[in-house]
């Protein structure tokens, strides 16, 4: 089982960059895929990058894709997202997620197939 905290969400203007955390508990992390979710007022949490437990493999949103980096570091049990390009429609709840994984191939993009969770942070674009 695996903790999550995330945290580096704040408010920044369009154009501008922010880096996320994820850290989490445990003595396990390199075993669990990682991902990032947001989740907007109104609408339903979608998938923004994900990360295998290796490393080796990395999976973005399109529309996130050339301005979001994700990445982790296994030692320090903690996951980022570094955030470019900020735009207001990238407002929105981010949460941090794990899975168990030993598969070598794309990390899971979908809500249901992560089990752990994270308890979210603000991100908010001002144009």
């Known amino acids: 089982q695996v903790q999550l905290v995330e945290s580096g969400g704040g408010l920044v203007q369009a154009g501008g960059s922010l880096r996320l955390s994820c850290a989490a508990s445990?003595?396990?992390?390199?075993?669990?895929?990682m991902g990032w979710f947001r989740q907007a007022p109104g609408k339903a949490r979608e998938f923004v990058a994900a990360?295998?437990?290796?490393?080796?493999?990395?999976s973005y949103a399109d529309s996130v894709k050339g301005r979001f980096i994700i990445s982790r570091d296994n030692a320090k049990n903690t996951v980022y997202l570094q955030m470019n390009s900020l735009k207001p429609e990238d407002t929105a709840v981010y949460y941090c997620?794990?899975?168990?994984?030993?598969?070598?191939?794309?990390?899971?993009?979908?809500?249901?197939?992560?089990?752990?969770w994270g308890q979210g942070t603000q991100v908010t674009v001002s144009s």
């Open positions: 997620a794990g899975e168990r994984s030993s598969w070598y191939g794309p990390p899971p993009q979908r809500v249901h197939e992560y089990t752990y």
């Open positions: 445990g003595r396990t992390f390199s075993s669990y895929a």
């Open positions: 990360i295998s437990w290796s490393g080796s493999t990395i």
